[in-house]
């Protein structure tokens, strides 16, 4: 699992177009059906905070984890009494203490490319899972990325010191479920004129929901519901995202 080195200095800036505070009332309204005395929540792979913050602005005591010292550095920054931060990995953090809301959004649970590294970070959600509380989780839905295919994407954003130009190249590997996104990214420093080239490969697995059933049944921890990402629908071939919510 990457720990986003060089990438994350311009992470909020490549995602500044990404909805948030609207991902985040729809995570909390689904919060509010199935747990809705949840006051507590721990948040896996939070990186630099954006989720974070608006869970923290909603009341509820979010306590978050990452293991990028260089993405909590970002979130550090949000001044919000209800957050708290632990720089550990998701797999094995051990934090002594119980959440009524356990969450790892933005396909954290796609970077874990081993059935060992699901089963590891499962088994976190259910050790700091509150009884009548939930876990959640996004992922890459595998009829999906089978059905649309993963393309080449370009993309440019800036802001008024750099400008960022970025592209990301697929390669699937459908015996293991993954796909490899190789970034390709350009970095215009407008002071000087200099430019920083950076890559990275990011490891995303997709998956099925008979091999999460499995998973999850392995832990002890039951389906509450499956859903396409933003939606209450079932997910389906059309649904890249799809939300897993379980209980103990």
């Known amino acids: ?51 974070t913050a608006e869970f923290a602005s909603m009341g509820y005591r979010v306590h978050g984890v990452d293991m ?46 081993s059935n060992r590294d699901v089963l590891d970070v499962l088994a976190t959600m259910k050790t700091h899972l509150a009884d009548g509380g939930i876990a959640l989780f996004d992922f890459w839905y595998g009829p999906a990325v089978l059905t649309l295919r993963p393309e080449t994407r370009f993309k440019e954003v800036e802001d008024d010191e750099i400008k960022v130009s970025r592209v990301a190249v697929p390669v699937m590997d459908i015996g293991k479920n993954r796909v490899a996104v ?23 697995r997709y998956f099925f929901l008979p091999e999460l059933e499995l998973m999850l049944d392995m832990l002890n921890l039951c389906i509450v519901a499956p859903l396409g990402w933003y939606t209450d629908l079932y997910p389906n071939n059309a649904t890249w995202a799809a939300l897993m919510i379980v209980s103990k």
């Open 182 to 204: 190789n970034y390709t990214a350009f970095i215009l420093n407008k002071r000087d004129g200099n430019v920083n080239k950076l890559r990275e490969t990011h490891n995303m």
């Open 68 to 113: 990028s010292g260089e993405m909590l550095r970002e979130a550090r920054g949000i001044q919000n009494s209800n957050i708290e931060l632990s720089c550990g990995d998701a797999r094995n953090i051990r934090l002594g203490e119980k959440f009524d809301v356990v969450a790892a959004l933005f396909h954290v649970m796609s970077y874990q490319s």
């Open 1 to 51: 699992m990457p720990q986003f080195g060089d990438y994350s200095k311009y992470y909020n800036l490549l995602y500044s177009d990404k909805d948030y505070g609207g991902e985040a009332r729809y995570v909390d309204s689904i919060i509010k059906r199935y747990a809705p005395h949840a006051a507590t929540m721990l948040e896996l792979g939070c990186g630099t905070g954006r989720y």
